[in-house]
Structure formats: C-alpha cells, structure tokens
C-alpha cells in the first residue's frame, strides 16, 4: 500500500509553455503533499507544501505565481510550471503521508522536466 | 532540524553487509532520525526510522549511538539493487518535514 503516482513521468516543451504535472496518491488520502525539485546531482529541494482545500505554502525563494499548486482532492495534487524556461528543466517529484503513517513520506516516481 | 554529516560516497561487494553512518551532532531530544534511499532517477524511498532505540526492518537495521549523535545504517546482505543514494535525515516529529542533504552515494559491486 501507500503509492503515489505521477503523470507525465517525462515531459519536453518549448520555452514560454506551461505544464502541469500531476500527483496521486492511489490507495490512501492525504491532506497534506509535498513538491520538490532536483537537479541534476544534486539533492532534492522542497519546493512548496499542498494542503487539499487552502492554498500552498512555498519555501523561501520559490516563486508562487510560477509555481501554481492545486489541491483539490484528498488524492490529487497538481502543479503547473507557468511560462516555463530552460533554467526550470529539473526533476519534479511529488510526496504524500498516510494518516497512519506519519512517519513515512511516500514519493512518486518523478517528472522529468525539459525546457528548450 | 539538526543537520547531518556523512561520507559522499561508500563502496560494498555484493553480499557483504552495507554500513553507512551518519554524524547528527546537534539532534535534540524529540528529533527522529529517518533514512531514505534514492535510486537513479526515481523518487526517494523510506526505508527505516528511529528516535533512541535500535531498529530493525525487513530492509535495513538502524543503530543509533546511546548519546545520539551518530547513527549507523545497516543493510545486512548488500546486493546490486541497492546502489542509491542514501540520505540520513533528522525531523522533529512526523515525516511531514523532510530536509534532504547530499547524502551518501552507496555502489555495490559484483
């Protein structure tokens, strides 16, 4: 139990596009999801937390009318990379906690991200 | 959250048992420290979790040091499927905060 999906795992558009990616959580809700971004060699920085029914909360230099999260369910979290640049290529990778599991973090698979 | 130090990179051979450690110098008494594993482009997986005592899993166990400040991952027989990037990760409380360092970058060879 406790997966979480993504879609598109691979996504290639131009420069001024928007995208968005989606994440579920397939056997469980969470109130709560989690985005993050990596690049290449690099760890995983937390981008913003979901919280189903209110707005998100982004971490500190992360720039909210870029980033659009929506939370509409207790199983979907989408987010839409407005205007895309080549600068925002990166890896996407989306997590979620089980209510009776909270001291797991469960992540999907990612999103690749590429810009021309 | 209490930062945490380990080595960037480990070697193991195959079956052999994997022991990554981990400095957390600066843990306070309600910080959990959290072990994660990532494999090449793919997202993070959970793999073990502990607060003072030592813990066991159908993956890995956790020793965690009696005053704290360092902790051993041990994966007992290390296959090649078990190459990944391990990160040792101190939260307060639930999985909700997770801060990500560099890691350890762990290869197992044949």
């Known amino acids: 139990g406790a997966v979480v999906s993504q879609h598109p795992s691979r996504v290639i558009c131009k420069s001024g596009t928007s995208v968005k990616i989606e994440c579920r959580s397939l056997d469980f809700q969470a109130t709560t999801m989690f985005w993050y971004r990596q690049f290449p060699k690099q760890s995983l920085m937390l981008m913003a937390t979901?919280?189903?029914?209110?707005?998100?909360?982004?971490e500190q230099g992360v720039e909210k009318d870029k980033f659009l999260i929506n939370h509409a369910s207790l199983t979907l979290s989408t987010l839409t990379v407005t205007s895309a640049h080549p600068e925002d290529s990166s890896f996407y990778i989306c997590s979620a906690t089980p209510e009776d599991r909270v001291y797991e973090q469960f992540f999907g698979p990612g999103t690749r991200l590429t810009v021309l | 959250d209490a930062k945490t130090t380990q080595p960037p990179s480990m070697d193991c051979a195959e079956g052999r048992a994997a022991n990554l450690p981990c400095n957390h110098s600066?843990?306070?008494?309600?910080?959990?420290v959290y072990w994660y594993r990532q494999i090449h482009s793919q997202g993070p997986q959970y793999i073990i979790h502990g607060l003072k005592n030592n813990e066991t899993n159908e993956m890995a166990s956790l020793i965690i040091t009696e005053d704290r400040k360092s902790s051993t991952l041990i994966l007992p027989h290390a296959t090649l499927r078990d190459t990944a990037v391990y990160y040792c990760?101190?939260?307060?409380?639930?999985?909700?905060?997770?801060?990500f360092g560099s890691g350890t970058q762990l290869t197992v060879l044949p």
């Open positions: 600066t843990i306070s008494g309600n910080e959990y």
């Open positions: 979901s919280n189903e029914g209110s707005k998100a909360t982004y």
């Open positions: 990760i101190v939260s307060s409380g639930s999985a909700r905060q997770l801060t």
